[in-house]
């Protein structure tokens, strides 16, 4: 994940085994990694999408998708995660 960053993509997700919802197409309640930079100069996740249900993801890549910035999604249905740390 970490080197489609390095390739000047915003926003990484990773969709986990059975989440299905057309929602899930975008990186959000997935495990996702975000450009910290590009973060900083799109002002930051919402703190009002916060208190809607989690959307603030979701509104960062409408965001992203205003100002042309790239995203993605890898994985499948069987996609695993092991998280080691």
């Given at each position: 994940?970490?080197?489609?960053?390095?390739?000047?993509?915003?926003?990484?997700g990773?969709?986990?085994?059975?989440?299905?919802?057309?929602?899930?197409?975008?990186?959000?309640?997935?495990?996702?990694?975000?450009?910290?930079?590009?973060?900083?100069?799109?002002?930051?996740?919402?703190?009002?999408?916060?208190?809607?249900?989690?959307m603030?993801?979701?509104?960062?890549?409408?965001?992203?998708?205003?100002?042309?910035?790239?995203?993605?999604?890898?994985?499948?249905?069987?996609?695993?995660?092991?998280?080691y740390?």
């Open positions: 994940m970490k080197e489609f960053l390095d390739t000047g993509v915003s926003a990484v990773l969709k986990f085994p059975g989440f299905t919802s057309r929602s899930y197409e975008f990186p959000r309640n997935t495990c996702t990694l975000w450009s910290f930079i590009e973060i900083l100069l799109l002002g930051g996740f919402s703190d009002e999408c916060d208190t809607l249900g989690g603030e993801d979701y509104h960062m890549i409408k965001v992203l998708q205003s100002k042309r910035r790239l995203y993605i999604m890898i994985g499948s249905p069987e996609t695993k995660i092991s998280i740390g």
